[in-house]
């Protein structure tokens, strides 16, 4: 982390008549007029480009006064730094928002978070380029037409008079919302109508979870899942390094058990049994195909045998018989969950609330409650409730409603059958949206009132009870927009700042439930939380009640379907609609499939064979003969279960064709978007209610191939460490790029696994030529922690300046990404392994790079980097061809940079590079010199840990270790004598400064692949 990191801040207050532009100079609010988008930018240091693009024309004439008080910190051309809440998901990770000169630049993770613990995923990383974005609505729409707020409130207002005086139905649908603040709000403004209630409606639903533990416990609750006090973990499908519930939170418990040492050679077991490759399959110890209309039927047997074990006698048995493999398997994970009672934790993602009613028995029989599962303290992060949104669509379609209210989610994008529901809502008298674009709700609302972008606004959030974190602006608004709070007040008859709002709130509810010791005064406690951005309150426990075995049924066989079953998910960098207008995030390559800008249907590779399939042919998918349909191209994706389609969601949505011409046009270049000239195909026409929830599993589809082609845009076309057999050397068929071994074996060698070495020394032919007495910077990565997750990717991208090129750059292999992730397949059905190995420049000592550059532009510094001077290099990509790591970026165009507004996230420490230069990942070299500044202006020593790269800092798994090789002190030396470190292609001699440590899993010896 950058100098100052540590030192959180809170906002100040300007001084009365004046107006404090971006730069840190005040002007007065009775001269200036209303800030332009010119001004901004001059205010935020693009004066000088600005400069260039004005010609002759005279610059207006404005007074700039410095501050009459100098905020504290605030060091003009410094990163300052504000703790808050990430908003991009419910989960509500903590974030250290860093600003320079007024404008918030990059997002990294809070450390002292509990949850978080300092990470943070993509989509937090790229919550800047939302804020930038200058298609977000700068204003509210009436019909859609520009409107003035004071016009639109007279008339809601007058709107909602009628509907309270003709008791017609008010509702306000909005996604889980974590705010207490917002909450209140939502309450007392609903509170004012006799007929009113708040629907909450999740992009993907948990609401199954939620009901079972109401039938089970008699409270409506979602457990907080603690992985860092579980030994044993069984998924049934949960994608909890992923997309699921808390991904960073779990990522960080689940990663923290998974470091075997020479002196403990203990780590965690964990077992994922689903129908699709998820990211956190690919990372499991045991990992098994199956069937979803299998999955009910083994969670059921596995209760059986628990139930068995626990001597807790059932009327009857609640699976039917399944085969003898299914046996085996099951009373292999009776076993080793038995054996981990207390230190076990089992979960399912499966809608069925009878399926969830089982888990709960599961985690009941294990004594997990209140030790792996915590639902005195439940997790706030999910609260959807599907069986009142189903209610919901039925008083639409029977026109019960008279004013729908919708924020924080896509109503006509998300809802299961929403293509037949546009016009009933098109109906009712008074619908608002609070949306920050136009999307499908939003396209026929009477008004939108589009809320702040999350660094504008004033909030908070409790993700788990009694952890509460403040939101806090770091810029004022940039468009005429108000926060929600703001406008329910307004609309309640009370109007009130959202300062004033959250502030009031934490005073009346929040305070009173500070611990004891704890400041006696608000204004101490209020500060503190601003500073720290979070605060530990109590919590009044739900009265839960005593585990409830009556509602357990049994299982129904359920045939295998001839035709074919869906599976819906989201993907890492598309949780959910919102999202699908971010650049960073379109082009950020899926972790398990490594394509980019498309949507598209998985299947395995033995269907795909049946079929005459290959990748990119367009197929399409039908529910039943008269059921909705879509056309997509196909992926083969190993290790996905025979009979089984995956499609992600979050993808076709409206405004998606702002991406059609983005990237570099010239005449062979192709659009970013597909046929239906949006981004992807929206593959929600497929969700259904049943069983009062919604359900993203369906059986009874087919699959037909069509004549088209769409080439898909990944960035990995080799996805196997083993050689084609007429190029592989004898002896070597298998690649070692990266090196794996299992628990038992590590436990009898820590060095298992290794590559046999012919002959090592460190003696050179030549003399050492590049003497570091000072520093030697190195990289150790953990990829026995590292999930693959990709937050680096996007840290990286938003620290140095990378490019979005677009689909067509990306499907020739011209991505600019510094770091990928690559993943590789090892083996075949039931033995398949996954590994996910974060790649970047390695800065060689002995550099292939450096030798052949004809001008230099590719140098090694004193202190151990592999440095490249722009203004040198001159395009001969010598240097890219003779890199064995394949990771050095070529400028082919100068890539875009039109948008005035969205070029405010640039970072101004990171030079933007032109056509026909070369670049690579440099280390982060201005975080490594703003800290040995730092240090040199404090007269101290550099000290180990206060720089960190911007990928080493929002690693949720805290798998990267970067320093001072030099320090004998330091973590990264530590790392670097670990018995799992190994370098890439050491037997080049190259000598990286980059080393990994192997993977580990926990397996019997017999089980070893590599």
Request: charged residues 25%.
């Amino acid at each position: 982390m950058n100098q100052n990191s540590d030192d959180h801040r809170s906002l100040g207050t300007e001084p009365r008549g004046l107006r404090r532009l971006s730069n840190g100079y005040f002007v007065s609010t009775e001269e200036a007029p209303a800030l332009s988008r010119r001004e901004f930018l001059e205010a935020a240091g693009f004066s000088l480009s600005l400069a260039a693009m004005s010609g002759c024309g005279r610059a207006p004439v404005e007074s700039a006064l410095p501050f009459p008080i100098q905020p504290v910190g605030a060091i003009p051309g410094r990163l300052q730094y504000y703790a808050s809440t990430c908003a991009g998901c419910p989960a509500a990770c903590g974030l250290l928002i860093g600003t320079r000169d007024g404008r918030p630049l990059k997002m990294e993770g809070l450390p002292e978070h509990p949850l978080s613990q300092g990470g943070l995923c993509a989509v937090g990383q790229a919550l800047p380029i939302g804020l930038y974005d200058s298609q977000r609505l700068i204003g509210l729409l009436r019909a859609g037409k520009k409107a003035e707020w004071a016009q639109v409130d007279e008339e809601i207002l007058q709107g909602l008079r009628q509907i309270k005086d003709q008791e017609q139905q008010v509702v306000i649908v909005t996604s889980t919302i974590t705010s207490p603040t917002i909450q209140a709000s939502i309450d007392s403004f609903l509170d004012q109508f006799q007929n009113a209630k708040h629907v909450v409606l999740d992009a993907v639903s948990s609401s199954a979870i939620l009901d079972a533990h109401e039938q089970t416990h008699a409270v409506r609750v979602l457990p907080h899942y603690r992985f860092d006090r579980a030994e044993v973990v069984v998924s049934f499908g949960a994608d909890f390094l992923g997309t699921w519930i808390s991904p960073v939170e779990f990522t960080a418990d689940w990663s923290a058990r998974r470091v075997p040492r020479e002196q403990s050679p203990e780590m965690s077991y964990h077992v994922q049994l689903e129908s699709r490759m998820s990211l956190t399959g690919s990372n499991a110890d045991r990992r098994i195909a199956i069937h979803p209309s299998n999955q009910g039927p083994l969670v059921a047997r596995l209760a059986d045998k628990l139930a068995a074990a626990a001597g807790r006698q059932l009327d009857e048995p609640l699976a039917p018989r399944i085969a003898e493999s299914d046996e085996n398997l099951v009373s292999e994970l009776a076993e080793r969950l038995w054996n981990a009672r207390g230190k076990s934790l089992v979960l399912c993602d499966s809608q069925e609330v009878g399926v969830q009613t089982q888990i709960n028995f599961i985690n009941d029989l294990l004594g997990n409650y209140e030790h792996t599962l915590d639902i005195e303290r439940p997790s706030l992060q999910r609260q959807g409730n599907d069986r009142e949104v189903q209610q919901l669509v039925e008083d639409i379609r029977a026109k019960q409603v008279g004013a729908l209210i919708v924020a924080e989610v896509d109503l006509l994008y998300d809802l299961a059958g929403h293509e037949s529901l546009s016009a009933e809502v098109g109906e009712i008298p008074l619908t608002i949206s609070f949306s920050h674009r136009v999307d499908e709700f939003a396209a026929i609302a009477k008004f939108v009132c589009p809320d702040h972008h999350t660094l504008e606004s004033w909030s908070d959030a409790e993700p788990i009870s009694g952890l509460i974190s403040l939101i806090q602006p770091t810029i004022r608004p940039l468009s005429n927009t108000r926060a929600i709070v703001e406008s329910l007040a307004v609309w309640s008859g009370q109007p009130q700042a959202a300062y004033e709002v959250v502030k009031d709130h934490w005073e009346k509810k929040i305070f009173p439930r500070r611990r004891s010791t704890g400041s006696s005064q608000f204004l101490d406690f209020w500060e503190q939380a601003l500073r720290d951005g979070f605060v530990e309150v109590s919590s009044e426990a739900p009265t839960i009640g005593r585990f409830e075995t009556s509602v357990l049924e049994p299982v129904a066989q359920e045939r295998m379907s001839e035709n074919f079953s869906l599976v819906l998910y989201n993907k890492v960098s598309m949780l959910d609609s919102r999202h699908s207008h971010n650049p960073w995030l379109q082009e950020l390559p899926d972790p398990v499939t490594k394509v980019t800008w498309d949507n598209y249907v998985s299947i395995s590779p033995r269907d795909a064979a049946e079929l005459g399939i290959q990748d990119g042919d367009v197929v399409k998918v039908s529910a039943g003969k008269n059921g909705s349909r879509i056309e997509l191209p196909a992926l083969i994706q190993p290790g996905q279960h025979d009979g089984v389609l995956a499609v992600a969601l979050a993808y076709g949505c409206k405004g998606t064709d702002r991406f059609a011409k983005i990237g570099p046009q010239w005449i062979e270049a192709r659009p970013s978007v597909s046929e239906n000239g949006l981004v992807g195909v929206n593959a929600a026409v497929f969700v259904s209610f049943h069983g009062g929830t919604q359900r993203y599993t369906r059986a009874g589809f087919s699959l037909a191939k069509t004549s088209r082609h769409r080439e898909l845009a990944a960035t990995q076309e080799y996805n196997s460490l083993e050689l084609p057999p007429e190029v592989a050397p004898h002896g070597a068929e298998r690649r070692k790029i990266v090196q794996h071994t299992t628990l038992a074996a590590f436990t009898k060698d820590a060095e298992a696994g290794a590559v046999e070495e012919h002959f090592s020394t460190e003696t050179q032919l030549w003399p050492e030529d590049h003497p570091k007495p000072d520093h030697t910077w190195g990289m150790v990565i953990d990829l026995n922690k590292c999930t693959g997750c990709s937050a680096c990717v996007i840290a990286c991208q938003s620290e140095n300046n990378i490019p979005v090129v677009g689909y067509d750059e990306v499907r020739r292999q011209r991505e600019m990404h510094w770091i990928r992730i690559d993943r590789y397949y090892d083996g075949e059905d039931e033995d398949l392994n996954v590994a996910h190995q974060p790649m970047m420049c390695q800065h060689c000592g002995n550099a292939p790079c450096e030798t052949v550059c004809p001008v230099l532009a590719t140098v090694h510094s004193s202190e151990g980097l592999n440095e490249q001077v722009y203004n040198r290099c001159v395009g001969t990509r010598y240097c890219a061809n003779n890199c064995p790591y394949k990771v050095r970026r070529f400028n082919w165009f100068k890539y875009p940079y039109d948008d005035t507004l969205q070029n405010l996230v640039l970072n101004p420490e990171v030079t933007v590079r032109s056509r026909g230069v070369m670049e690579k990942c440099s280390m982060c070299f201005q975080r490594i010199e703003a800290g040995k500044i730092e240090a040199r202006s404090q007269g101290l020593p550099i000290v180990d840990g206060a720089i960190q790269t911007a990928c080493q800092q929002s690693c949720p798994a805290s798998a990267i270790v970067f320093g001072d090789m030099n320090d004998p002190q330091s973590e990264i030396h530590l790392a670097l004598e670990n018995p799992r470190r190994y370098r890439v292609l050491e037997e080049l001699n190259v000598r990286p400064a980059v080393s990994y440590l192997r993977v580990v899993r926990n397996r019997d010896e017999e089980s070893q692949h590599g």
